[in-house]
């Protein structure tokens, strides 16, 4: 039927009627509450923030250099650098720690984690579109824009926080986990479904890695980290290439049998000969 959609195209259009600066204020509002341990130190927490924040565009704006369409976020808005100084302000410095608390609530850190991936997706799909026309028939710029796109966040701030002590467990890039998993993963689907087989168009494609994003963050709230998503490709990935997986267990060392008492005294030093006591 002539003028007809696709669900996911209704979807789409769902997802792009919403306001861009709701969206970034729940977005901002979410990462601003990732480091709380940082307060005492707050000009490192408001630029660890941000870069946590726009990371991602911020990597791949340099990375493509070409401001007119992929500008550096906190450079080319005053909305943005604004949205997150008030954010990041109300989170973690409010009397009373009063928006924090609201924060934390089940509905809310929903709500904001659903803006913050909606703009993560959204960032993703953006630059892959423009590394297509930028380099057309070229593999890895658009896997790599896009991969950076959906996690250049963790990779700017890992390095800083491991260099203040203050960075809690491994680094992104030395064990790749969700962040790193995720942006790649959501990067190849849209890639291939929209720009080498065209199943979907951008629109469509845009709205499906928006809701396998938003999918994941709600079960991810309400089950915990079983719905990985990005967990089993990786794992079969792995397993295929015979590249070790970062964070697996390593298989244990056979252990070799105990020495003797004999050896073992010997190595000890304890086979010398005692010394002659000489009465006085």
Known sequence: MAGSTSPLADLGDIYNSLPFEYLLIGHCLIVASWFPKLKDRYLL??????????????LTALLIQDPKRAPIPLLSSNTVGVIWTVCWWLVNYFPGNYVAKILSLAPFRTSAKVCLNMLRAGLIASRIDLTTQLYPGVLAAPLI??????????????????????????????EPAF???????????????VHVYGTLNPLEGKALI??????????????????????????LA???????????????????????TAASSKHNGDSRKPESKKGK
């Open 45 to 58: 927490s408001y630029w660890i923030g941000a870069l946590a924040a726009f990371g991602g565009g911020i």
């Open 145 to 174: 824009i896009g991969s950076i796109a959906g996690s250049g966040g963790r990779f700017s701030i890992d390095p800083i926080l491991s260099g203040f002590g203050a960075l809690e467990g491994p680094a992104e890039i030395a």
């Open 179 to 193: 962040a790193a998993r995720s942006g790649f993963v959501g990067s190849l689907l849209y890639w291939v479904i």
């Open 210 to 235: 928006t809701t396998l994003f938003i999918a994941h963050g709600v079960l991810v709230d309400l089950f915990g980290w079983h719905f990985d998503f990005t967990f089993p490709p990786a794992y």
């Open 238 to 260: 792995h397993a295929v290439t015979n590249v070790p997986m970062p964070g697996r267990p390593k298989k244990a060392p056979e252990l070799k049998p105990a020495p003797s």
